[in-house]
């Protein structure tokens, strides 16, 4: 992973990606989080539980330990968007 303090990634990102990271899927009604990878976690039945499991992924990010940190972000980020200097 970059030395890069993770507020640098809030520049890059769009708008809409600030605003929330939580949304709720029309067809379906389930609620969901979005990692800064862009994947969707979930489904959550309220938006109070999508919140409490984005602040527990959160949590469970800052206890890791840095393989761990290392397995987890490979697997939410595609392979072409990998270097392997960011590890």
């Known amino acids: 992973m970059s030395d890069e303090s993770r507020f640098d990634?809030?520049?890059?990102?769009?708008?809409?990606?600030l605003r929330t990271r939580l949304y709720q899927d029309e067809?379906?009604?389930n609620w969901y989080f979005t990692?800064?990878?862009?994947?969707?976690?979930?489904?959550?039945?309220t938006k109070e539980e999508a919140r409490l499991g984005?602040?527990?992924?959160?949590?469970?990010l800052r206890l890791a330990d840095l393989q761990?940190?290392?397995?987890?972000?490979?697997?939410l980020t595609p392979d072409?968007?990998?270097?392997?200097?960011?590890?």
């Open 9 to 17: 990634d809030r520049e890059d990102m769009p708008p809409e990606r």
């Open 35 to 45: 990692t800064r990878e862009g994947k969707s976690m979930g489904p959550f039945d």
């Open 27 to 29: 067809k379906e009604g």
């Open 54 to 60: 984005l602040n527990d992924f959160l949590e469970f």
């Open 80 to 87: 072409d968007e990998l270097d392997d200097h960011d590890f």
């Open 68 to 75: 761990t940190l290392v397995t987890i972000t490979r697997s």
